[in-house]
């Protein structure tokens, strides 16, 4: 079997671009692009109009006041007013195109690492805990902080910061070598930083995950610390992980605060350096009053970029580390060859094993399973070992990739395919039923307007109207994580079903769902499932291998491998 046809390849993934060169990824997103050209114009122009003011003043002790040109320093003050002005409101102006710049990219990042989770493998993303998937969550506001404006500002700030101390060596290069050393000395206790940092950033991350575990299992298993009596117990543990993690933000916090407590002295000293030589160039006549004024002024102005570039390089290192988290959500994904993916066609429901092995190779290496499911047939499986018929049964949906062989619907080869690209036609049920946070009509629908007509017909169809009739608001009732546990079984199971029911699938997996059914749900459903027989390819897992109705194939599946067995 093989897959004729297939889509156009994708763009390079946004996430992707991340990981790799920055200012290729602002100038991809069409709309970030306008914003971030915005701002280097804007960055560019404020960086021209700082340079009004110590010119200005350089004029003004030289010229403009040995001549005593009144008129003269009426216009140049009037002139750098009106640069000052100018240099605020495009300031202003930044400011906002920054914060819009960091709303959207955040809005788009969001989305797509969301998307990577919810189009990951499911043995591939439980591998890891929910507090590691968290703490990757999270990563993306780290990078967003730093490349929403930030990195710009720098990568425009740093040319600007030659220009001022070009204009300094013009004046006076003695002044200017003296910056140079200042600059040189804070980049040198920037160096010896950001090597402690970058292990202090390490430890923190990884003490981060433990309490995001930690705080996570707590709460999902709170019925049973509760009823086994372990609140001290796991309180004391929580207070150790909270005192490692707690520790590990001290470091980190004391190495990353340093250079921004050391900026101000150096700027200082620069400052007090220029004066103190500059004064001494001034009374020996080899510069002006006016040319020192303008140095001093301008060799503050060329620090402050490299101060920027200092805290930039030092966030770096959070930034490494949350691009390594990124890396490992693109891992999630998982297509084997991404440029070739099929055009899923509406299927028929032949499912077809080749050469199929789950288990990993061991002393007994379990046989190769071959077998092929017409469309329309009722399949059944059983086994000893519910864990291996559930990765048969998530295999089947494309949930799980097998060790070695293949699956296929129809033409359609699943292990190089995501499992959304059927379009609902495979269905999966587990044995428990979830609502999601809004109404019990959204919840059938799935959140799809244009199919709340069809909810409708299908939730009537399984008799939930005698459920929903004393709900407060019918099927608009709001449900959330908690109605699991406080609403009756019966109306969420027979939720789940209709939502199955809902994409009218052509192959639905049903994996030990009518054993935890009440038996009146039980009945309506195997009704509605014998109707549905010859149109729809069934896969029912029975750990006793009963099955409501006669199956036309069952499936075996022992230590040994799995067996196709034909109806009697």
């Not at 040109?69 to 003050?77: N, P």
């Not at 920054?98 to 989305?111: F, G, K, P, V, Y």
């Not at 009146?520 to 896969?539: P, V």
Request: negative net charge.
């Amino acid at each position: 079997m093989t897959m004729d046809q297939t889509t156009p390849e994708k763009n390079k993934d946004i996430l992707q671009l991340l990981t790799g060169n920055w200012l290729r990824l602002l100038l991809t997103i069409p709309k970030v692009r306008e914003d971030a050209l915005m701002m280097v114009g804007a960055s560019v122009m404020i960086n021209l109009l700082a340079l009004a003011l110590p010119l200005s003043l350089m004029q003004i002790y030289d010229r403009i006041i040995p001549n005593s040109s009144f008129s003269t320093l009426t216009w140049l003050v009037m002139g750098v007013m009106v640069a000052i002005i100018l240099e605020t409101v495009v300031k202003i102006s930044r400011s906002f195109i920054s914060n819009w710049l960091s709303a959207r990219l955040e809005h788009i990042l969001n989305t797509e690492v969301l998307n990577h989770f919810l189009s990951a493998r499911l043995d591939r993303f439980e591998q890891d805990k929910a507090g590691v998937h968290f703490e990757r969550y999270n990563a993306i506001q780290t990078i967003k902080s730093n490349i929403s404006g930030q990195t710009l500002l720098v990568l425009i700030d740093i040319p600007f910061a030659l220009l001022f101390l070009g204009l300094l060596y013009y004046i006076s290069s003695f002044l200017c070598y003296l910056t140079l050393g200042i600059i040189c000395l804070f980049a040198l206790i920037v160096l010896i930083t950001k090597t402690r940092l970058q292990r202090s950033n390490q430890a923190q991350v990884d003490a981060t995950k433990e309490n995001l575990d930690f705080v996570l299992e707590t709460l999902d298993g709170i019925h049973t610390v509760k009823s086994l009596g372990m609140e001290d117990k796991m309180f004391r543990k929580f207070e150790n992980i909270q005192a490692r993690m707690s520790w590990a933000e001290l470091r980190s916090n004391r190495w990353k605060s340093l250079p921004e407590n050391y900026a101000p002295f150096f700027t200082q000293l620069n400052m007090l350096g220029i004066i103190f030589l500059g004064a001494d160039l001034v009374i020996r006549g080899a510069m002006t009053v006016g040319g020192m004024t303008a140095c001093t002024m301008l060799a503050t102005r060329s620090l402050q970029p490299v101060i920027k570039v200092a805290g930039f390089w030092l966030r770096f290192s959070e930034v490494k580390i949350a691009r390594q988290q990124l890396e490992e959500i693109i891992a999630l994904q998982l297509p084997e060859d991404l440029s070739r993916i099929p055009v899923v066609r509406d299927i028929e429901g032949t499912v077809c094993f080749d050469d199929l092995t789950l288990e990993k190779e061991s002393d007994a290496t379990p046989q190769r399973f071959n077998a092929l499911i017409q469309a329309g047939e009722a399949v059944g499986i059983t086994g000893d070992n519910p864990e291996q018929t559930t990765a048969l049964m998530l295999t089947i949906c494309g949930m799980y990739k097998p060790v070695s062989g293949h699956i296929f619907i129809d033409e359609y080869r699943i292990s190089a395919m995501d499992h959304s690209y059927f379009d609902g036609r495979v269905e999966y049920l587990p044995r428990k039923g979830w609502l999601f946070n809004g109404t019990i009509l959204d919840n059938i629908s799935m959140f799809n307007e244009n199919k709340r007509q069809v909810a409708l017909d299908t939730a009537a169809l399984l008799d939930l109207n005698k459920f929903v009739a004393d709900l407060p608001s019918g099927y608009e009732t709001m449900v959330d994580q908690r109605s699991n546990a406080s609403l009756p079984q019966g109306l969420i199971q027979r939720t789940c079903f209709a939502r199955a029911l809902v994409t009218i699938p052509r192959v639905l997996i049903i994996d030990r769902t009518l054993s935890s059914m009440d038996q009146e749900t039980h009945d309506l459903i195997c009704t509605i499932l014998r109707k549905l027989k010859g149109r729809c390819t069934f896969f029912i897992v029975s750990d006793y291998g009963v099955f409501p109705f006669e199956m036309n194939q069952t499936i075996e599946c022992g230590p040994d491998g799995m067996k196709l067995t034909a109806a009697q």
